[in-house]
């Protein structure tokens, strides 16, 4: 984990204070809260940072990585399975670490622009979401190739 210490970029950024005993404190409400309540900052796009609050550190990271992990053990059904976590491990490390992250972001925000209109009901149909991930299926298959390695 990089070791960041936090600056302030973006008045609007809610400010989150993670102290020693592992609680987290909300300075725009002045109340602490949950790791659940953070998650919900999350799923309603809310600009948030945690901090450490005696060294500043920003832990923003490791805080969502907690809550994926979360996510993932209590989930039926992992986003993440066994081969997939196995590959990106992989990376680490590897020189094209950087190029992995960039990759999976833009086809993230890929699907996150999909998603849009399908929720809004302009694009009725669950076609184009399977030729989507149909696509992105090949894409992984022939990025992975490339390190000769395999989904």
Do not use: C
Request: charged share 20%.
């Amino acid at each position: 984990m990089q070791n960041k210490h936090f600056k302030d970029s973006s008045p609007s950024t809610r400010i989150i204070k993670k102290y020693p005993n592992r609680r987290l404190y909300d300075t725009d409400t002045s109340t602490y809260i949950t790791i659940s309540e953070i998650k919900q900052l999350v799923m309603e796009h809310e600009s948030f940072t945690v901090v450490d609050a005696k060294t500043g550190e920003d832990l923003t990271r490791s805080v969502l990585l907690q809550i994926i992990l979360e996510e993932e053990a209590v989930n039926g059904n992992p986003m993440f399975t066994a081969p997939v976590l196995t590959n990106m491990i992989r990376f680490y490390g590897h020189a094209m670490q950087g190029m992995m992250g960039e990759y999976l972001e833009k086809n993230i925000q890929s699907l996150m622009d999909l998603q849009a209109p399908m929720v809004k009901g302009v694009l009725g149909t669950n076609q184009m979401l399977q030729q989507w991930q149909d696509h992105m299926h090949q894409q992984t298959d022939q990025f992975l190739a490339t390190f000769g390695l395999k989904r």
